[in-house]
């Protein structure tokens, strides 16, 4: 199959030749996201080579004038795929890399493999690679969705595992939002630094499949933890919302909704500690916007007001954080029926219920904040910093000023690898349109440990 990256790399580089004349932002990009730079040559006609200094960032390529080193042309890089490759002759071996699609891209040539190493490893943060297979060795399934298969490997080159999502691109290409889902994912995933979250390494595409590299986490999810100790001790759930709302503060500020929060979109950092863990899956993550309409989510998890079509905003995060606070708080699901559509009805509605069996020995500011959280109306609903100064969380759980200390004398918008000129040029050409949708089902056991029983009611 052709690329999926070579119609969104294009609307990048809209003149359709690879280079461009420099926008107005080059240089704080260069001052705000420079990976590497260093001289390359060029192959021009009849056998003349160029030599000129090239600057790469965290989303464009600059070409650079000989005389003043100022940058002369530039290119959109995030969307190109890198290939490398040698040329032997009787004279010489030489050594380079080939960025771009089809009819339009690019050769560069090095010195040597060291400074070919050097640029593959800078170009694999931010375009795309090809052949996953040459790079890693896949040692079992660990997950499977509807259009990806999440694996964990063995990366051949540092002896280290990792987890690839494996997106199968002829499943995207039949599905209702198609390759913008996995752009839209990809571009998200480029913009997040948070230690509390998956980590994206590299893109891989080949024939069949993109491969996103992704940190691997030996803990399990949080649904199979619930299974196994079917509830948290106050102060332990606690102690994890507060993390988990520091997450959704970070994401929010950032304007990213992840939209699919639930348990088993949360992998725990170890097999004994219950507040650690990463958020991943940020398959149907948006970038807010006021006509927010797509319906999606899981069942038992969705914001009432996507399940009433209405538009919404990043508070559909904090409904869903509420349920999980409310599962770990009890060890049962507020919403329970015997299929999805069941469910989804008293989701809809929104009626929780905290039984004594349950809640009688919890304290009235913790059910007070799983309240405020799950609110149905979003305008009411707290925010996830407002959440984070609640009596229950200031009082039970760890005191705010020990909360993240790396992170919390950082604005937002330092911790984000995307910022400064490239990151508004791609704000200006990323595809968000978003073709109509129906509700997505994650996985839901009804029978868990932490599903309602009817005759609870």
């Given at each position: 199959m052709s690329s999926i990256f070579q119609a969104i790399d294009l609307e990048a580089n809209p003149s359709g030749k690879f280079w461009s004349p420099p926008e107005s932002f080059t240089l704080d990009d260069i001052t705000q996201n420079k990976i590497i730079s260093s001289q390359l040559k060029l192959l021009k006609n009849q056998g003349v080579w160029k030599?000129?200094?090239?600057?790469?960032?965290?989303?464009?390529?600059?070409?650079?004038?000989?005389?003043?080193?100022n940058p002369k042309k530039m290119t959109v890089i995030k969307?190109?795929?890198?290939?490398?490759?040698?040329?032997?002759?009787?004279?010489?071996?030489?050594?380079?890399?080939?960025?771009g699609h089809a009819a339009v891209y690019q050769e560069f040539y090095v010195e040597?493999?060291?400074?070919?190493?050097?640029?593959?490893?800078?170009?694999?943060?931010?375009a795309i690679m090809p052949e996953f297979e040459e790079d890693y060795a896949i040692i079992k399934e660990i997950g499977k969705g509807n259009y990806a298969t999440v694996y964990c490997v063995h990366d051949l080159e540092f002896n280290k595992k990792f987890a690839v999502k494996q997106i199968s691109k002829e499943v995207v290409s039949k599905s209702s939002r198609g390759a913008s889902a996995v752009i839209s994912e990809i571009e998200i995933m480029r913009k997040i630094n948070h230690p509390r979250i998956v980590k994206l390494y590299k893109v891989y595409e080949n024939e069949?499949?993109?491969?996103?590299?992704?940190?691997f986490v030996e803990g399990g999810d949080l649904y199979h933890r619930i299974q196994k100790k079917e509830k948290f001790p106050e102060e332990v759930a606690a102690n994890f919302i507060i993390n988990f709302l520091d997450v959704l503060k970070y994401l929010h500020s950032l304007n990213i909704v992840h939209r699919d929060l639930?348990?088993?979109?949360?992998?725990?950092?170890?097999?004994?500690?219950?507040?650690?863990?990463?958020?991943c899956d940020f398959g149907l993550a948006c970038i807010a916007g006021d006509d927010q309409v797509l319906r999606c989510g899981s069942p038992g998890y969705v914001a009432p007001e996507i399940l009433m079509k209405k538009s919404y905003n990043?508070?559909?995060?904090?409904?869903?954080?509420?349920?999980?606070?409310?599962?770990?708080?009890?060890?049962?699901?507020?919403?329970?029926?015997?299929?999805p559509n069941e469910i989804l009805l008293k989701n809809k509605e929104c009626r929780l219920i905290f039984h004594d069996k349950y809640w009688g020995?919890?304290?009235?500011?913790?059910?007070?904040?799983?309240?405020?959280?799950?609110?149905?109306?979003?305008?009411?609903?707290l925010s996830a910093e407002q959440a984070l100064r609640h009596s229950w969380l200031l009082?039970?759980?760890?005191?705010?000023?020990?909360?993240?200390?790396?992170?919390?004398?950082?604005?937002?918008?330092?911790?984000?690898?995307?910022?400064?000129?490239?990151?508004?040029?791609?704000?200006?050409?990323?595809?968000?349109?978003?073709?109509?949708?129906?509700?997505?089902?994650?996985?839901?056991?009804?029978?868990?440990?932490?599903?309602?029983?009817k005759q609870d009611n």
């Open positions: 030599t000129r200094e090239f600057i790469l960032t965290k989303t464009c390529l600059y070409y650079c004038q000989k005389t003043s080193g969307w190109k795929k890198v290939e490398a490759f040698t040329e032997e002759s009787e004279a010489e071996e030489r050594h380079g890399f080939k960025l040597n493999v060291e400074v070919l190493e050097i640029w593959l490893i800078a170009l694999s943060q931010v069949n499949f993109v491969s996103l590299v992704l940190d639930k348990p088993e979109n949360i992998i725990m950092s170890s097999i004994e500690e219950d507040t650690e863990f990463k958020l990043n508070k559909v995060d904090i409904f869903s954080a509420g349920i999980i606070l409310f599962i770990i708080l009890s060890g049962r699901a507020p919403f329970y029926g015997k299929n020995h919890l304290s009235r500011d913790c059910i007070n904040l799983v309240i405020k959280l799950t609110e149905p109306d979003p305008n009411e609903r009082s039970s759980g760890r005191k705010m000023d020990l909360l993240t200390p790396a992170l919390s004398s950082k604005k937002p918008e330092d911790r984000s690898p995307d910022s400064g000129g490239s990151f508004l040029l791609m704000q200006r050409v990323i595809d968000r349109r978003e073709m109509g949708a129906n509700i997505t089902f994650g996985p839901l056991d009804i029978n868990s440990p932490y599903s309602e029983n």
